[in-house]
Every structure is written in structure tokens, then in C-alpha cells.
């Protein structure tokens, strides 16, 4: 463990923290973490000095999430979200990430509409936001996504596919409702196993049982799984960052934490969803009872 202070142009980071430590992250890297047992962090920001601050807290992964639609431009979900607007995003994420530290690996979210039509559609997209600084792409969906992962995987773009509550598909959901309960438990565990097949090295649950989420993890081993509102048994762990800084202009899930609380600076408070994860004291399975 790091015993000295570490100096961010964000302010000093505690001696317990894990940034001096690291290097930069990559697939490989990822999975060393994984095997020796280490979560991975995982943070949505949508804007160069947010990801400075996020990289210098030592989130490894960031997410330029299509969530950007409800907490950057106030669309009431994130369907309204253009192409334009994710490349926009990714590419003022990606120069903070290298104004600073440098090390935080860049996914960035593909909205809908733009991987849906077909493979091809998908790689046209997937290239805008690799060209744009993302590191990995991705894209929501079960069984009928499986081949579009392939094709992109075998073309050299890592996915991160997503499972569970699908915010782009919130109106055939009928709303921001837990999925994976009861009979459609088996559905998304094959969904799962044929994603990580297809090459899918991480893989988003959100809002699933943290029993079914847990047992996932311990099936897929050549896929990250990273759970929002999935309780604590995934790889890693992924936040929205106004939810987790307590300045969403909507309602908090109720497994979200305000880490801002008892934080003197919005470096701290990452610093504190780093620590937390790492610790295995966020989440809380309590607040998963679903
Ligand atoms: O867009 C987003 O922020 C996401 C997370 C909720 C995982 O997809």
C-alpha cells in the first residue's frame, strides 16, 4: 500500500491511495487486477476536466456513458442521444485523461440507432469513437447482439456489452425496472455466455439480482462483469458520476451512495468510490434486495 501523499493538480490524494501505483490500463492490465482479486473501478464522466479528476482519483475505467443525455443536455432518457454528441464527448474526455495521468482506459457508449441496423452500421459508429479516443466500445443488448460483438471484436475493437435494465430500451421495459427475477434469469445468463463467446471482455449488469450477477462472475472468466444496482459479488463496479457526487438533477437509485458526503473536494469523493470498492464496503448488498 502507498504510504506517502500523492500531489494531483486536483489537490493531494491520502497516503492510502492507489494512484501512485499505477500504470496505464489496458485488456491485459484488467485482467491482472482481476486475478489477483482487485475490483475495478469503473466511473461515467463526460468532459476533460471531470476525467482529469476521475484519472487522478485512479478510476481505471471511464465510461463516457450515453447517460451524458439525461445529465449533460436534461433529455428525458438517453434515446435522443446522436452519434455527434457521444464522439463530441469521447474526445473531450480522452485530452483530459492525457492532460494529467493518463492511464484511465476509455469506453465509450454507443447511443441507439447507431449498431442496431447491422454489423457494418455498428463498425462505422464503433470507428467514430475509436478515432474520437475511446479505447473499448459499448453497446446494450442480449442474444441478438452477440454477432455484431463478434464482428467487432474480430476487427479489433474491444466491447463492453450490457445487460439487465437497458437504458436505451426503456420504453419496451416499461421503465427503469430490476431485470433477471425469476424464469428470465437462465435467458440472460446465456445471453452472458454467448457475449463473452463472441468476445465481449466486459460485460455491464445493471439492475440484476446480486445472487445471479454474482454466479455470473464466477461462469465468465474471460469477461469483466461490472455491476450497477447488481450487488457486490461482480469484477468491478460502475457509477454515475453526478448520482455519486449527489448533484443528479433527478431521484437517486437507491443503491447509489453520496460520496460526496464528509468530502471536502470532488477528488476526494472519487478517491473515497475508489477506496470503497476496492475495501468491498460499496456496494452495500442490503440496498439490493431485488
Ligand atoms: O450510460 C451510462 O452511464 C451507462 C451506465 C449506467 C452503465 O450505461
Redesign the pocket.
Known amino acids: 500500500m502507498n504510504t506517502t501523499s500523492t500531489a494531483t493538480p486536483y489537490g493531494t490524494l491520502p497516503p492510502a491511495s492507489p494512484v501512485a501505483a499505477r500504470k496505464p490500463i489496458s485488456l491485459p492490465r484488467l485482467n491482472e487486477l482481476r486475478e489477483r482479486g482487485e475490483k475495478i473501478t469503473m466511473l461515467?464522466a463526460y468532459d476533460a476536466t471531470f476525467a482529469a479528476v476521475a484519472d487522478a482519483a485512479g478510476i481505471e475505467c471511464i465510461?463516457v456513458?450515453?447517460?451524458?443525455g439525461m445529465v449533460c443536455q436534461g433529455l428525458p432518457s438517453?434515446v435522443g442521444v446522436s452519434l455527434e454528441t457521444m464522439r463530441y464527448h469521447t474526445e473531450s474526455v480522452a485530452r483530459g485523461v492525457q492532460r494529467v495521468q493518463g492511464t484511465a482506459w476509455i469506453i465509450g457508449?454507443l447511443p441507439f440507432g447507431t449498431y442496431q441496423e447491422s454489423r457494418e452500421q455498428a463498425l462505422r459508429s464503433a470507428t467514430v469513437l475509436m478515432q474520437a479516443g475511446a479505447h473499448m466500445v459499448?453497446l446494450?443488448g442480449g442474444g441478438w447482439t452477440t454477432e455484431t460483438v463478434r464482428f467487432l471484436v474480430e476487427r479489433g475493437i474491444p466491447v463492453c456489452a450490457?445487460l439487465g435494465l437497458t437504458?436505451q430500451t426503456v420504453h419496451a421495459l416499461g421503465g427503469y425496472r430490476v431485470q433477471g427475477r425469476g424464469d428470465s434469469a437462465a435467458k440472460l445468463r446465456q445471453e452472458a455466455l454467448a457475449l463473452q463467446d463472441a468476445g465481449a471482455a466486459m460485460l455491464?449488469l445493471?439492475m440484476v439480482p446480486a445472487a445471479l450477477s454474482a454466479e455470473l462472475t464466477q461462469e465468465l472468466s474471460r469477461c469483466h462483469t461490472?455491476g450497477?444496482g447488481a450487488g457486490k459479488g461482480t469484477a468491478g463496479q460502475?457509477l454515475?458520476m453526478h448520482d455519486m457526487l449527489g448533484i443528479n438533477l433527478g431521484k437517486n437509485p437507491k443503491f447509489v451512495r453520496n460520496f460526496m458526503t464528509g468530502q471536502s473536494s470532488v477528488l476526494d469523493a472519487m478517491n473515497a468510490y475508489v477506496r470503497a470498492v476496492k475495501d468491498g464496503s460499496f456496494p452495500d448488498n442490503a440496498l439490493h434486495a431485488w
Open positions: 461515467t465510461l456513458g450515453d447517460s451524458l438517453t457508449d459499448k446494450e450490457h437504458p455491464v445493471e461490472i450497477i460502475v454515475v
